[in-house]
């Protein structure tokens, strides 16, 4: 477990100095992360997805689908109130704060976490997806408009109408035609089906690659000398995988709490700080310093600490 996770997130990370190179060193557009950026959010996640729910979302998975869900949503908020408290401990600064919060409660669940669960256990990569699904929910109504967008210096509000309306979203949009689909069984012609699939493909390395772009863009050195990017990313990186282990250690493995659901939170756990900490406040003229160092730093010693949560996590199951 331990040697096959170490070697995909040996691969991922190398993605990601390849996105740092073509950056930082100016090969593509300036214009190029954002472009990448809007494929994977239109193109290539919805694609993974859909394409993972018309396989495998059937009548005889929704009994285990709704377990994993309701379990998703008690994991999101231990998340919650656990960041609210960290936060406090590494940052002062109100803003500075904020960002901590999100980036310890809604860690690269999606991208990263993505990644592994596909290439590592795609048998269960649809109720990841399921697992996932409260976090995305808590993203939209107070993660991003609360912590990210609330406050910035314009003073602008979001509404709840705005809320709401960033779930119609072509990542939800696509889960729920891979739905259909898989339930009724419709025919999809092979010509589609493959293109659906080839997509999907995609989106692993491209959002590697858009996180190297992303780090490429800052000052590293300067960032590297920011004694509280350490503690934050250690809080996210050690701390929050060991108080999970300690709980799932707990539970039993049973029907309910399935080795399916100890693996998703465990993936949700050990991931690094995600990038709408700097994609986000960026759009409202928000200072992504220190956003952009916690993503370089945790994803950085992630590589080591993911494969060590994982093999840790393999030996309380057996």
């Known amino acids: 477990m331990f040697e096959s996770i170490l070697n995909q997130m040996i691969c991922l990370f190398l993605l990601i100095v390849v996105g740092f190179i073509v950056s930082k060193w100016r090969f593509v557009p300036e214009n190029t992360s954002q472009v990448l950026s809007k494929l994977e959010n239109i193109l290539f996640v919805p694609?993974?997805?859909m394409g993972t729910f018309?396989?495998?979302f059937t009548l005889s998975s929704l009994s285990s689908?709704?377990?994993?869900?309701?379990l998703g949503f008690a994991v999101v908020f231990f998340f919650i109130a656990l960041s609210l408290v960290a936060a406090r401990i590494c940052y002062k600064e109100d803003y500075l704060r904020k960002i901590a919060t999100y980036g310890l409660a809604f860690s690269n669940f999606g991208f990263m976490g993505n990644a592994i669960m596909s290439a590592v256990f795609p048998e269960i990569f649809s109720q990841y997806v399921v697992f996932t699904l409260p976090f995305w929910f808590m993203i939209y109504i107070w993660g991003a408009p609360v912590l990210l967008i609330s406050g910035s210096n314009n003073g602008e509000k979001v509404s709840m109408k705005q809320r709401l309306k960033s779930f119609a979203n072509p990542m939800l949009i696509g889960m729920f035609i891979g739905m259909i689909i898989g339930l009724t069984g419709l025919p999809i012609p092979k010509g589609i089906r493959s293109a659906i699939g080839d997509l999907?493909?995609?989106m692993s390395p491209i959002a590697m690659v858009l996180t190297g772009m992303v780090i490429g863009k800052t000052d590293v050195w300067e960032l590297l000398k920011r004694w509280r990017l350490y503690l934050t990313s250690g809080v996210k990186l050690i701390v929050y995988p060991a108080i999970m282990l300690g709980i799932l250690a707990l539970l039993p493995v049973n029907g309910f709490f399935s080795v399916t659901f100890l693996?998703?939170?465990?993936?949700v756990a050990c991931m690094p700080m995600g990038?709408?900490?700097i994609v986000i406040p960026a759009a409202y003229g928000k200072d992504t310093t220190d956003a952009a160092g916690l993503a370089l730093v945790s994803h950085l010693f992630a590589v080591g600490t993911i494969p060590l949560t994982f093999m840790i996590l393999q030996n309380l199951i057996l």
């Open 275 to 277: 990038l709408n900490t």
């Open 263 to 267: 693996r998703c939170a465990a993936c």
């Open 200 to 202: 999907g493909k995609c």
């Open 54 to 56: 018309i396989d495998n």
């Open 47 to 49: 694609a993974l997805v």
């Open 65 to 70: 689908m709704w377990k994993i869900f309701v």
